[in-house]
Every structure is written in C-alpha cells, then in structure tokens.
C-alpha cells in the first residue's frame, strides 16, 4: 500500500507542478501549437510539453512528417510566443540522445 500511496502523491505533485507553469505561461498550449504547426506544414504533433529550458518557460512539441522517420522538435517561448529553436531529430541522433 506504502507504494501505492507514494505513487499517487507523486503524480500528484507533477500535476502541481505542470499546472504552476501554465500560469506562469502568458502563450496557451492552442496558441503555442499554432505556431508550432505554422514550422512544420502538414506536420502531426505527437508530444507536446511546458518545461523551462535554459532558464526560460517554453512549449515544446515534436512533430512528424508524414514520408520520413525524421521528428522537428519546435520550440516556441511560452511568454512570448517566439519560436525559439527548431531542430531536426533524426533516428540515429535521437538514439544517440538516449543514450
């Protein structure tokens, strides 16, 4: 029970802690994937996450095309709606991150 019950106070506490950013973010998780969507054309959004990078609170979503394996990670600022970063992510570089 002892597990149980330390596992639901964890989700818990994520879930505090997601919902503290999202009030802090002045961009919503609509407004972030439009603009997220308009860097990739056609594009599936198959994550889609509120996290500080590098000291700054940012959506981030990574998105696939449909006719290859490769993912394009976009990073859009979730107070200003700047597109931060996009990256392309390939099979191979994403392995190698997991590592």
């Given at each position: 029970?002892?597990?149980?019950?330390?596992?639901?106070?964890?989700?818990i506490g994520l879930t505090g802690c997601a919902s503290d950013k999202q009030g802090q973010a002045t961009i919503t998780k609509e407004q972030?994937?439009?603009i997220a969507r308009a860097?990739?054309?056609?594009?599936?959004?198959k994550e889609a996450e509120l996290?500080?990078?590098?000291?700054?609170?940012?959506w981030s979503f990574d998105i696939?095309?449909?006719?290859?394996k490769n993912?394009?990670?976009?990073?859009?600022?979730?107070?200003?709606?700047?597109?931060i970063a996009?990256?392309?992510?390939t099979p191979e570089k994403e392995a190698k991150e997991k590592d």
């Open positions: 029970m002892t597990g149980v019950l330390a596992a639901a106070v964890g989700v972030a994937t439009q860097k990739v054309p056609g594009g599936t959004i996290e500080k990078e590098k000291g700054k609170l940012i696939a095309t449909d006719g290859t993912i394009t990670e976009v990073n859009v600022d979730a107070i200003t709606g700047d597109v996009v990256d392309v992510e």
